[in-house]
């Protein structure tokens, strides 16, 4: 853990302010959960809850099974983390901060799928060119976006089509009503 140096104070409600700037790098937005920690040291902890994340060695095991089904890399996300890898370098994306667009195609409620004469292309992770989405199809839980399934282009020869099309919306589709269960 690293301090900021900001010094917050309690209001008369019990309420304290994260200034903009840890929101900002954080991502987090007006509304989003928090989970609330302490310990011993009387230390309180503050972590962006991700309801999707509460399956993750499901959504371990579903990502694995969608990997080896279809022969692509597969990753599922919260709102802003890779939760769940398979077919790729999980040391490289586990954990890791999900680019901006991948995040804009969640927040439309949008799916995105890379056509051959196309030449948008949509990283990942922000700055690195070597993972790059095929099809992403956000998860959507009473109403609101929770994460995301991406099907990875791995190879230039080995294209994603409508089956791995319909794979991603069945697999977005089934973890969205899970949450909601």
């Known amino acids: 853990m690293k301090a900021t140096g900001i010094v917050r104070r ?3 409600l ?10 900002r790098t954080m991502r987090i937005r007006e509304g989003d959960p928090l989970e609330i920690f302490t310990d011993r040291d009387g230390e309180v902890i503050f972590k962006k809850y991700s309801p999707i994340g509460e399956l993750g060695s499901f959504a371990t095991q579903y990502c694995e099974t969608l990997s080896k089904t279809s022969g692509h890399p597969v990753i599922i996300t919260d709102k802003d983390n890779i939760i769940a890898v398979s077919g790729a370098s999980k040391k490289e ?3 890791k901060k999900i680019s901006s667009e991948i995040e804009k195609v969640m927040t439309e409620k949008d799916v995105f799928v890379q056509k051959n004469d196309t030449n948008k292309r949509i990283p990942i992770i922000d700055g690195i060119d070597k993972y790059i989405a095929s099809i992403v199809y956000p998860i959507i839980s009473e109403g609101d976006t929770v994460g995301s399934v991406v099907f990875m282009s791995d190879d230039e020869n080995k294209k994603t089509g409508e089956i791995e099309e319909k794979l991603a919306q069945v697999a977005s589709s089934f973890l969205g009503k899970q949450m909601e269960q």
């Not at 019990?14 to 929101?23: A, D, L, W």
């Open 14 to 23: 019990g309420r304290v302010v994260i200034p903009k700037e840890i929101r």
């Open 93 to 95: 994306l586990s954990e």
């Open 10 to 12: 309690i209001d008369d």
